[in-house]
């Protein structure tokens, strides 16, 4: 007779609890905790200009900053402008970024849309959301984020961070994140929005983490809404930096 086990039922696994919204008066200062240690939020994509931004966003897709800054330091190097991107052509383009998810692709879309620009822009990167959104590789986000950082206007670039904190801190609960994006502009002080998306971005990346938020040396910790926050270290883990090491960067401006 097959012996009756005697170890109790799996317990199911814990699902976070979730977020109460955040009250719209801790919106200010939950954002201003962030800022405090790093009041001129840059994104972390070497750039020098509206075109090597465009491409920088675009080869980010899936990849992380720092392997896009490896990729763009020899690329640039060759090819910074549409025209020399397309005189590059599309192996070209491919040999730098070989090391980077989804290059095929990528390549072909970076002469296709420098190829556009030279034909309907002047060689200039549009500033206009239509027509961003109208080039190859380019939608809402990467519109966003070209909007924001190089001509200045206070949109929200939802990437898996910001959806994250959003959702996570009941700053801006949203199932899709159009509907986080829509939140976020709708709550967040105008006069904070436009570096509001870099402390978010930067935020989740080094604090705030998918996996195990380190809230033990969260600056918001009071404004926030997470009911599961982390009491402590997690043994060996080090603090990571709320900005990226030096040797993540290169090349030109670092943003
Ligand atoms: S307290 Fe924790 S969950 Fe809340 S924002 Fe800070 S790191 Fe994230």
């Known amino acids: 007779m097959a012996k009756k086990s005697i170890e109790s039922p799996k317990p199911a696994t814990a699902r976070p609890k979730k977020p ?18 790093n009041p001129n939020p840059e994104t972390e994509l070497n ?11 675009v080869l980010s897709a899936q990849a ?9 330091a020899t690329l640039y190097q060759e090819a910074a402008t549409p025209a020399s991107m397309v005189a590059l052509g599309v192996e070209g ?7 980077i998810g989804l290059w095929q692709g990528k390549a072909r879309n970076v002469v296709a849309l420098s190829q556009i620009l030279l034909d309907q822009y002047g060689g200039t990167v549009p500033h206009d959301r239509m027509a961003l959104e109208a080039l ?7 519109a966003n984020v070209v909007l924001n950082v190089a001509f200045g206007e206070p949109t929200m670039a939802v990437d898996t961070h910001i959806f994250r904190i959003g959702n996570r801190t009941g700053l801006a609960p949203g ?28 935020h989740g990346r ?11 040396r969260c600056p918001a910790t009071d404004w926030c809404r997470f009911q599961d926050k982390t009491p402590g270290a997690v043994e060996g883990q080090a603090d990571s930096p709320i ?9 030109s401006q670092a943003v």
């Not at 109460?20 to 240690?37: I, K, Q």
């Not at 750039?47 to 966003?57: C, E, I, Q």
């Not at 383009?93 to 090391?99: L, T, Y």
């Open 20 to 37: 109460r919204p955040m009250p719209a008066a801790s919106v200010r200062p939950f954002l201003t905790a962030l800022a405090a240690g």
């Open 47 to 57: 750039y020098s200009d509206p075109f090597t931004l465009l491409v920088a966003v």
């Open 64 to 72: 992380t900053d720092v392997s896009v800054n490896r990729a763009t």
């Open 93 to 99: 383009v491919g040999r730098h970024i070989r090391s």
């Open 136 to 142: 190859p590789g380019v939608g809402r986000k990467t």
């Open 175 to 202: 199932a899709t994140p159009r509907t986080v994006e829509d939140g976020l502009l709708k709550r967040i002080p105008p006069d904070m929005l436009r570096d509001a998306h870099n402390w978010l971005i930067l």
């Open 206 to 216: 080094y604090i705030c983490k998918a996996r195990k938020p380190e809230c033990w």
């Open 243 to 251: 900005t990226a090491p030096a040797a993540g960067r290169s090349g």
